[in-house]
């Protein structure tokens, strides 16, 4: 069964940093292209990174660009979105999600709150 | 950017009535949409992949059309367990962009 497990989530005050981790388990990871996607409360969903399977291409959502990293570690069945410079509207939950095109899975997502 | 449109963006349902929701895409983007059930404080789920690809395991009252800029998901005879927020997705271009959602509530 494909599991994909976010932690990593919690308070952070404006321009503060924070590091999420999905842990996936129930198929080849190294196999999977990767993406977050995020979700601020009450509203839709908002694509925010995408990292091949073997990490040679990454793009992102030009409102993280240059704030955020996305990363994997194919050794450990890991995704990773290293967030700096956080700002209020950074406020949501972030999903991991498998696929390069659809995304066929998603986690049950870390709820990040930036606030003072 | 892509911009998905969705209509219409709530939708009240009696059990066992056929459920229409159409996006439509700013640009043609071929068959390059999917779409996703979220029910409330759960994550998405994919149906539809590629306009018209059932996704596995999804029951096949859920079906998806269209092609170019204009596109299609249907629920025949709703059941009490599709309500839900649902939303579209284009992978054809980066970024990639989401419909706001259809909210699909049981009368």
């Known amino acids: 069964e494909v599991q994909l497990v976010e932690s990593g989530g919690g308070l952070v005050q404006p321009g503060g940093s924070l590091r999420l981790s999905c842990a996936a388990s129930g198929f080849t990871f190294s196999s999977y292209h990767m993406n977050w996607v995020r979700q601020a409360p009450g509203k839709g969903l908002e694509w925010v990174a995408y990292?091949?399977?073997?990490?040679?291409?990454?793009y992102y959502a030009d409102s993280v660009k240059g704030r955020f990293t996305i990363s994997r570690d194919n050794a450990k069945n890991s995704l990773f979105l290293q967030m700096t410079s956080l700002r209020a509207q950074d406020t949501a939950v972030y999903y991991c999600?498998?696929?390069?095109?659809?995304?066929?899975?998603w986690g049950q997502g870390t709820l990040v709150t930036v606030s003072s | 950017e892509i911009v998905l449109t969705q209509s219409p963006d709530f939708q009240s349902v009696t059990p066992k009535e056929k459920v229409t929701i159409t996006c439509r895409a700013s640009?043609?983007?071929?068959?390059?949409l999917h779409w996703y059930q979220q029910k409330p404080d759960q994550s998405p789920k994919l149906l539809i992949k590629y306009a018209s690809q059932s996704f596995s395991g999804v029951p096949s009252r859920f079906s998806g059309s269209g092609s170019g800029t204009d596109f299609t998901l249907t629920i025949n005879s709703l059941e009490a367990e599709d309500a839900a927020t649902y939303y579209c997705h284009q992978s054809s271009s980066l970024p990639r962009t989401f419909g706001q959602g259809t909210k699909v509530e049981i009368k």
């Open positions: 990292i091949s399977s073997g990490s040679s291409t990454i």
């Open positions: 640009q043609s983007i071929d068959s390059n």
């Open positions: 999600a498998i696929g390069q095109w659809g995304f066929d899975y």
